[in-house]
């Protein structure tokens, strides 16, 4: 039996929610190391490593570095492993100021100067991207990576439907209004990106009236562009389907609830995560 350890940087535990929400594994793998569920101090000898969270705190590259010379294989998991997510808040030079101001910060692992992804310490053989990846991606990176079937958008996936006769003038907001539900979030005044987000996810978000954030990163087609092709792909949905001015599109695409996912795009480019090693 293949067995596998889940070691948990500087994240939320999300990723782990969702592995073990994925019930086909337990009678196929070994659970051998996940400090969620699992006691055990140090991750032994695995066939499988999946890395969850940020490289954020000394410690965290500690048992980085000490786990991934007990596995086959390295995978990194989540948002935050493969690009920042929420433990990339640090790098805002006012946040970390703030919590370096606390004197009474006992018992606390020491922050390293900046947050990094987990292949900028030590290589990763798979990318298992989201927030958190669904239980039937997780099943998809412990069995047969290659054969896992997904289309190349969460629009592909969404199945709602796109219509000419809908051309909102201005954006909604966030979760504002009433959601139609079977007409496509954009043709509604929501600005959803799963026309640009790698699919796989099977589109959960989108279908229960969600606009897609980008938790999965760019597409195939993006993943190895700038963050202007993106951007003006997104432009280019939006002109195609609403009269919404593209300024109020660009500033709604830079806005806070958006930045922690979507700008996670151009963390792609210019990095040695070619296509083929991301799930």
């Not at 990339?88 to 004197?103: H, K, M, P, S, T």
């Not at 692992?109 to 900046?114: C, E, F, I, W």
């Not at 997780?138 to 199945?159: I, N, R």
């Not at 051309?167 to 079977?182: A, I, K, T, W």
Request: aromatic share 8%.
């Amino acid at each position: 039996m293949k067995q596998f350890a889940v070691l948990q940087l500087s994240g939320c535990a999300g990723c782990e929610v969702s592995l073990l929400n994925a019930e086909e594994w337990v009678e196929r793998y070994q659970l051998v190391y996940m400090p969620l569920v699992v006691s055990a101090y140090d991750v032994p000898a695995v066939d499988v490593l999946l890395v969850s969270g940020g490289v954020r705190t000394d410690e965290d590259l500690y048992k980085l570095r000490k786990a991934v010379k007990q596995a086959q294989q390295v995978v990194a998991v989540g948002t935050c492993a493969i690009s920042g997510g929420v433990a990339n808040l640090g790098n805002r030079d006012d946040v970390r100021a703030l919590f370096l101001a606390r004197e009474e910060r006992y018992h606390v692992p020491h922050l390293l100067p900046k947050s990094h992804p987990v292949d900028a310490m030590v290589g990763v053989d798979l990318y298992l991207p989201g927030c958190p990846p669904t239980p039937e991606l997780f099943m998809a990176a412990l069995s047969d990576p290659a054969a896992y079937q997904a289309s190349k958008t969460v629009c592909g996936e969404c199945g709602r439907k796109k219509v000419r006769e809908m051309r909102p003038e201005h954006l909604l907001g966030f979760q504002q209004g009433r959601v139609l539900p079977d007409i496509c979030l954009i043709n509604q005044g929501y600005l959803c990106i799963g026309s640009s987000t790698r699919g796989g996810c099977r589109a959960p978000c989108t279908r229960a009236g969600h606009p897609c954030v980008g938790c999965r990163g760019p597409s195939d087609a993006f993943i190895e562009k700038e963050s202007a092709a993106w951007l003006a792909s997104i432009q280019k949905v939006f002109a195609a389907m609403t009269d919404i001015p593209p300024d109020e599109v660009e500033a709604a695409l830079r806005s806070p609830h958006l930045a922690l996912f979507l700008f996670q795009f151009a963390d792609y480019a210019g990095t040695s995560r070619p296509k083929e090693k991301v799930l």
